[in-house]
T-cell receptor, first 113, second 113 residues
Framework: DVKVTQSSRYLVKRTGEKVFLECVQD?????MFWYRQDPGLGLRLIYF???????EKGDIPEGYSVSREKKERFSLILESASTNQTSMYLC????????????FGPGTRLLVL | AQSVTQLGSHVSVSEGALVLLRCNYS??????LFWYVQYPNQGLQLLLK??????LVKGINGFEAEFKKSETSFHLTKPSAHMRDAAEYFC???????????FGTGTSLTVIP
C-alpha cells in the first residue's frame, strides 16, 4: 500500500512564526503536491513538484514556499504565519503518468493565533 | 481551463436509500475523472476513477459512477446507503496534459438512521 505521512496531525503556531510542514511518501512517486482545504472551498493547490529540486506554483502560492531535496520528501514552509493561513493542509503524491491516482496523507490541521 | 462543479454541498439520505452525488466537469478534451471520499479527520481516499475505458466505473464500498460525455457529468451513486457512508465526497478532474488535479468543493453526505 502507498503510504503518505505528514509530520503533525495538529499544530498551533503564533502569528509571525516560521512553520514547516513535512510530507514523506514511500512509493518512489515523482509527483508531490500540497493543498489547503477550507470549508466550502474544497481543495486548493498551493505548490507541486514533479522531481527533486523542481517546483511549480499552484493556484494559491502566496505566503508559502516549498522544498524538495529528496524524492520522498516535500516540505511546505510558511515564512511568517498569519491567521488567514489557519487551515487543513493535505499532502499528496502520484506517479508521473498523467491519469494516475493521487494518494493523500492524513492532513495537518494548523491553527495560527 | 478545467473545472469541476459539485451540485449540492450537503446531501441527506435515509439509511438504505439511493445515494446520488452530482459532478459536472468542463473540459475541451476528454478528461480523467475521480471520486474521493474523506472521513472525519482523515485524508482523501480514492473511491473510483474513469480513464477512458468503460463508461460505468465500479469502485470500493459499493459505489459506482457513469461517465456521460454528452452531459459532461460523472455522478456518483450507491443503491443503498449505510451509516458508514457519512463523509465528504470530492470529484476531481485531470487532463492528459499536465499533472494538476482540479477538485470540486465537496459534498457532505449525511445518512439518517
Amino acid at each position: 500500500d502507498v503510504k503518505v505521512t505528514q509530520s503533525s496531525r495538529y499544530l498551533v503556531k503564533r502569528t509571525g512564526e516560521k512553520v514547516f510542514l513535512e510530507c514523506v511518501q514511500d512509493m518512489d512517486h515523482e509527483n508531490m503536491f500540497w493543498y489547503r482545504q477550507d470549508p466550502g472551498l474544497g481543495l486548493r493547490l498551493i505548490y507541486f513538484s514533479y522531481d527533486v529540486k523542481m517546483k511549480e506554483k499552484g493556484d494559491i502560492p502566496e505566503g508559502y514556499s516549498v522544498s524538495r531535496e529528496k524524492k520522498e520528501r516535500f516540505s511546505l514552509i510558511l515564512e511568517s504565519a498569519s491567521t488567514n493561513q489557519t487551515s487543513m493542509y493535505l499532502c499528496a503524491s502520484s506517479p508521473l503518468a498523467r491519469q494516475e491516482t493521487q494518494y493523500f496523507g492524513p492532513g495537518t490541521r494548523l491553527l495560527v493565533l | 481551463a478545467q473545472s469541476v462543479t459539485q451540485l449540492g454541498s450537503h446531501v441527506s439520505v435515509s439509511e438504505g436509500a439511493l445515494v446520488l452525488l452530482r459532478c459536472n466537469y468542463s473540459s475541451s478534451v476528454p478528461p480523467y475523472l475521480f471520486w474521493y471520499v474523506q472521513y472525519p479527520n482523515q485524508g482523501l481516499q480514492l473511491l473510483l476513477k474513469y480513464t477512458s475505458a468503460a463508461t460505468l466505473v465500479k469502485g470500493i464500498n459499493g459505489f459506482e459512477a457513469e461517465f456521460k460525455k454528452s452531459e459532461t457529468s460523472f455522478h456518483l451513486t450507491k443503491p443503498s446507503a449505510h451509516m458508514r457512508d457519512a463523509a465528504e465526497y470530492f470529484c476531481a478532474v485531470t487532463m492528459n496534459t499536465g499533472n494538476q488535479f482540479y477538485f470540486g468543493t465537496g459534498t457532505s453526505l449525511t445518512v439518517i438512521p
